[in-house]
């Protein structure tokens, strides 16, 4: 059974940085395209993943490309998600998951286990 488990979310100011980890037990990090998705509050999760990485690279929607940095670690089996500049409008749960497949696409139906989710909150 694959598992994600989401961390390092906070409360900041615009501008500052955060940087999220999910841990997976189930599928290696390297075996699966993983990706990154978001809530804002008030509205359904994003269908479309904000970053992605597998063997096809690394991929990052225009809202977060050249702020946001995906990377994993191999050996610990995690995830990253390095938010730098971060905007109010960044303010959302963070979600990682874990598709079928390890060609990376973006919607979200192409992944099959979730994180429970990690809040991230930017003020002004």
């Known amino acids: 059974q694959v598992r994600l488990r989401e961390s390092g979310g906070g409360s900041v100011q615009a501008g500052d940085s955060l940087r999220l980890s999910c841990t997976i037990s189930?599928?290696?990090?390297?075996?699966?395209?993983m990706g990154w998705f978001r809530q804002a509050p008030g509205k359904e999760r994003e269908e479309f993943a904000i970053?992605?990485?597998?063997?096809?690279?690394?991929q990052y929607d225009d809202s977060v490309k050249d702020r946001f940095t995906i990377s994993r670690d191999n050996a610990k089996n995690t995830l990253y998600l390095q938010m730098n500049n971060l905007k109010p409008d960044d303010t959302a749960m963070y979600y990682c998951?874990?598709?079928?497949?390890?060609?990376?696409?973006?919607?979200?139906?192409?992944?099959?286990?979730w994180g429970q989710g990690t809040q991230v909150t930017v003020s002004s």
């Open positions: 970053g992605m990485i597998g063997n096809d690279g690394i």
């Open positions: 998951a874990a598709s079928h497949y390890v060609l990376c696409g973006r919607t979200e139906g192409m992944y099959r286990a």
């Open positions: 189930g599928v290696r990090v390297n075996n699966a395209c």
